[in-house]
C-alpha cells in the first residue's frame, strides 16, 4: 500500500513537473509580449517572469532589450530583434528566424531606464550561469557579483554544483555570498558570505560591503560588514602603493630609453646634444613608414612589423648621428654653449623636415597582437605593452653593457672616457671613436623611438616631451654611468607616479627638478660618480 501511494505521489509530482514546463513553452509568447505594454514597473515585473522562466530563448530576448534593439512592428505588432542603424536587419524575437528587413520608422522600440538596465544585466546573468562557453559563465558571475539579485540564488547553486572550471567555481560563490548580503538569508550564512566578500578584497567587493552595510539591521552583521570594509581598504591600499610602484617602472623604462643614449654621448663626448629627442622621433617615423609599408603589400606580416622595424630604426637614427658628428659636432668640441645652440637649431629643422615629409598631423602606429590586451596580479593591472617596454628596456640596457665590455669599440670608449690624451697618445683614434660613440647613442634613440610609438603620438613633437626628462635622468644618475642611468630612471618614474596623485603631472615634474637641482648642489657628479684622472 505504501508503494502504490509513493508510486502515485512520484506520478503527480512528474505530471506538475510537465504541466509547468509545457505552461512555460507555451507562455513565453505571452512573457515576451509583457516587456513590450505598460511603464517601467510593468517591464521590471515582466523581466523578472521571463528571466525565471528558465527559457533558453530568454537570454538573447532580454540582451537585445538592454541593447535597445528589441521593436514592435506597427504593422501587425510582433515582437522583432532589429540589429543594424537605418534600414534594420530584422529576427524573429521567438524564434530567432530572419524576419527581412525594415526601417525604424516603422517599428517601436521598446525603451528601458538606468535602473532596468542593471535589472537586465542581472537577469541575463542569472540566465547564462550554465553557459557553454567558460567566458560567458565567469561574466555572468561578475555581473552577478556587482547587482546581486536574490532571485538567481537557486541557479547560483546548481551552477556550483555543476562548475568544473576551480576560478569560476570561486567566482560562482563570490557571487552567491554577494546575493546572500542582498537576501533575508539567516545571520549565519550571511557572516560567512561577508568572509568571502572579504576575501575577493577588490573595489567591487568593497561596493557590495558597503552595500551590506547600509541595508542590514542586525548589529552584528552591520559590524562585520563594517570590519571587513576596513580590512578592504586597507589591502587595497597596499595595491595601489603597488600599482603606483609598477607604473613608476614602467614610466622609468621609457625614461631609461630616451635616456641611455643620451648618457653615452654626454658622458663620452661631454656634448649637450638637443637633437637627441629628434633621433627618437626618426626612430617612431622609420616604424610608421615600416608599418605603412607592410600593410598595403604584405599584412601577415604585421604581427612582425615592430621586429622589422627595429634594426631599420637603429641604421636611420644611428646615420643621421653619426652625419650630425662629422658635419657639425667636430667643428665645436670644447665649446658647449655652442654645441647646445647648434643642436638645438638642428632639432627645429629635423621637426621641419619630417613636418614637410610626413605631415604635422599624428601618425597612426598600430600595436602587435602580443602587446594587446592586459592581465591581472593580485589587485595590479598590467598591460602587456608596457610590459614588453619594460623587458626592451633591459635587453637594450645589458647589450649596451656587453657592447662596452666585451667589445673593441667598448674598451675604446671607455679609455676616452677616462682618458682621453692618455687614449690619443695610446694610438686611439679617438675622432673615429667620437663618431661611432655618438652613432651609436643615436641608434639607440632610435630604439627608443619604436617602443615610444607604440604608447605616444608619433608627431614631428614627440622627443621634445622627452629631452628634459633625459637630461635630468643622465644628471642625476651620474654623467656616463650607466647603472647611474638605471637607477635614476626607475627612481624618477617611481617619485613621478607617487606625487602625481597630490601635486598633478606638471607640479609634479617641477618638484622633482627642484629636488635634482638640490641633489646636485650636495653632488655634483650624480649618485655614481665615473672615476678616472681626467674626472679628477
Request: a positive charge; proline letters at 3%.
Amino acid at each position: 500500500m505504501f508503494f502504490l501511494r509513493l508510486l502515485a505521489g512520484v506520478s503527480s509530482a512528474l505530471a506538475a513537473v510537465l504541466i509547468t514546463v509545457t505552461a512555460w513553452a507555451a507562455d513565453l509568447p505571452t512573457l515576451v509580449k509583457n516587456l513590450t505594454t505598460g511603464g517601467f514597473g510593468d517591464r521590471e515585473t515582466a523581466i523578472g517572469a521571463l528571466a525565471g522562466s528558465g527559457d533558453a530563448r530568454a537570454a538573447p530576448i532580454l540582451e537585445a532589450l538592454g541593447a535597445g534593439q528589441l521593436y514592435v512592428r506597427k504593422s501587425d505588432n510582433v515582437v522583432l530583434i532589429g540589429k543594424g542603424s537605418g534600414n534594420l536587419t530584422l529576427e524573429d524575437a521567438l524564434t530567432g528566424k530572419p524576419a527581412g528587413t525594415g526601417s525604424e520608422a516603422d517599428l517601436d522600440r521598446v525603451r528601458v531606464n538606468n535602473r532596468l538596465r542593471g535589472v537586465l544585466e542581472a537577469a541575463v546573468g542569472s540566465l547564462t550561469l550554465m553557459s557553454p562557453d567558460a567566458r560567458v559563465r565567469r561574466g555572468a558571475a561578475d555581473s552577478l557579483f556587482k547587482r546581486p539579485d536574490p532571485a538567481a540564488l537557486g541557479a547560483l547553486d546548481a551552477a556550483i554544483a555543476a562548475e568544473k572550471d576551480a576560478r569560476i567555481k570561486i567566482a560562482f560563490q563570490e557571487a552567491r555570498a554577494a546575493v546572500v548580503l542582498a537576501s533575508d538569508a539567516s545571520k549565519q550564512d550571511k557572516l560567512a558570505a561577508l568572509e568571502v566578500v572579504r576575501d575577493k578584497g577588490n573595489r567591487d567587493a568593497l561596493s557590495v560591503l558597503q552595500a551590506a552595510i547600509n541595508s542590514q539591521t542586525d548589529p552584528e552583521v552591520k559590524a562585520a560588514a563594517s570590519a571587513a570594509a576596513a580590512s578592504v581598504r586597507q589591502s587595497l591600499t597596499a595595491w595601489e602603493a603597488a600599482q603606483n610602484v609598477w607604473y613608476g617602472i614602467s614610466l622609468g623604462s621609457v625614461l631609461l630609453l630616451a635616456a641611455i643614449g643620451l648618457a653615452i654621448t654626454f658622458g663620452t663626448m661631454g656634448v649637450i646634444n638637443m637633437a637627441h629627442g629628434e633621433m627618437v622621433m626618426l626612430g617612431a617615423y622609420t616604424t610608421f613608414v615600416v608599418q605603412d609599408i607592410i600593410r598595403t603589400s604584405a599584412p601577415h606580416l604585421f604581427d612582425a612589423s615592430l621586429v622589422i622595424a627595429l634594426p631599420l630604426a637603429f641604421v636611420v637614427a644611428g646615420a643621421v648621428g653619426i652625419a650630425i658628428e662629422r658635419g657639425i659636432i667636430r667643428f665645436l668640441y670644447g665649446r658647449p654653449l655652442d654645441t647646445l645652440l647648434a643642436t638645438w637649431g638642428l632639432s627645429l629643422v629635423l621637426q621641419q623636415a619630417v613636418r614637410s615629409i610626413f605631415g604635422p598631423s599624428n601618425r597612426e602606429v598600430g600595436a602587435p597582437s602580443f602587446m594587446s590586451g592586459a592581465f591581472q596580479v593580485g589587485q595590479i593591472t598590467v598591460t602587456y605593452g608596457r610590459l614588453w617596454i619594460v623587458v626592451f628596456s633591459l635587453l637594450v640596457f645589458v647589450a649596451l653593457i656587453l657592447v662596452l665590455r666585451k667589445t673593441p669599440l667598448g674598451l675604446y670608449m671607455r679609455a676616452v672616457t677616462q682618458n682621453r690624451p692618455m687614449a690619443s697618445a695610446m694610438g686611439i683614434r679617438t675622432p673615429r671613436v667620437d663618431a661611432l660613440t655618438f652613432g651609436l647613442g643615436s641608434g639607440i634613440a632610435g630604439l627608443a623611438g619604436v617602443a615610444l610609438s607604440q604608447i605616444d603620438n608619433v608627431s614631428p613633437n614627440l622627443g621634445q616631451g622627452y629631452i628634459i626628462d633625459s637630461f635630468m635622468v643622465v644628471v642625476f644618475g651620474g654623467v656616463g654611468n650607466l647603472f647611474g642611468t638605471l637607477v635614476g630612471a626607475v627612481s624618477l618614474g617611481i617619485v613621478n607616479k607617487f606625487l602625481e596623485p597630490y601635486a598633478g603631472a606638471v607640479l609634479g615634474k617641477i618638484l622633482v627638478l627642484v629636488f635634482i637641482i638640490l641633489f646636485i648642489q650636495r653632488r655634483p657628479r650624480g649618485l655614481f660618480a665615473l672615476k678616472g684622472r681626467s674626472v679628477e
